[in-house]
């Protein structure tokens, strides 16, 4: 059999490795036809289907299995010996991906993260903005950002911002004709705006603490999202009572935009913390972005 191209075997991984040909072709920077092209061709040099292709989605064959685990270490091991190269380098250069909430990405990392982007021209940062509590080895992250009580023990965590405050919200218009509420309780009587977390499987209840007495409340209502900028839109425009980060709601309560609830019950969370495996081999470039985001820094 004659030689195979090195870029052939490289799409099939990247493929059998993301399920998608669209995700694939993304990473690849390539179209999804050209992809496709690329695989019939491995097949056609190796004798043998590769990929079984569905309305939704792809999987390996039995060949493509065996094909995968062979191939996918060696493949990595690559990877991550060109990526040492850069310690040589003057100047600290490659791309690190994040999975972080929105919250944190506008509080703590772009503020800091945009500075050293101007300092390192050659230091690229991905952030995906991703609620659910997701395998970032797995899904090929260098670091995620969660509340310092939802990180695994198995990782190194880094403080990168204070404790957060939540706040439980409307607007002086949805409270016209309707009684506050006065506990948690009384929220299951109102019109809410829930959020929707993948990870838990369903619409997320609502924390509140008051003198060590801890409750969920599992709220309802006519909307619900799956991150929090919408949702103050939608608290600001009278659609129900929303709870959310206090430093997102602090200036429209203070100009009077919106009224805060249950201010007693309100819960404090540990603060955002930027997470990695304990056996991550550092990047110059990922040792500048943590330094830059470390709260003491």
Known sequence: MSRVDFNHLQSFIIVARER?????AAQLGVSQSALSHTIRSLETRLGVRLLS??????????????????L??????????ISALSALREK???????????????????????????EYPDVKIEININYELIDIVAERYDAGVRFGDQVAKDMVAVRIAPDVRMAAVCAPAYLSGRVAPTTPQDLTSHRCIPMRLTTHGGLYAWEFEKDGQKLEVQVD???????????LQAVL???????MPEDMVRAHVAAGRL?????DWCPVFPGYHLYYPSRRLSSP???????????DS
């Open 92 to 118: 600290p250069a490659g791309t690190v991906r994040i999975s972080a909430y929105d919250h944190s990405v506008s509080t703590a990392l772009w503020p800091r993260l945009s500075t050293l982007l101007a």
């Open 221 to 231: 209502g006519q909307i619900v999202f799956n991150t929090t900028p919408p949702m």
């Open 259 to 263: 009224v805060s609830l249950l201010e």
């Open 53 to 70: 292709r569905t309305t939704r989605g792809v999987s390996p064959t039995e060949a493509g299995e065996r094909l995968y685990a062979t």
């Open 285 to 295: 470039a990922f040792s500048l972005v943590m330094e830059a985001l470390r709260l």
């Open 237 to 243: 425009d009278g659609a129900g009572v929303a709870f």
């Open 72 to 81: 996918a270490p060696h493949y990595e091991g690559i990877h991550s010996g």
């Open 20 to 24: 998608s040909f669209t995700r694939a």
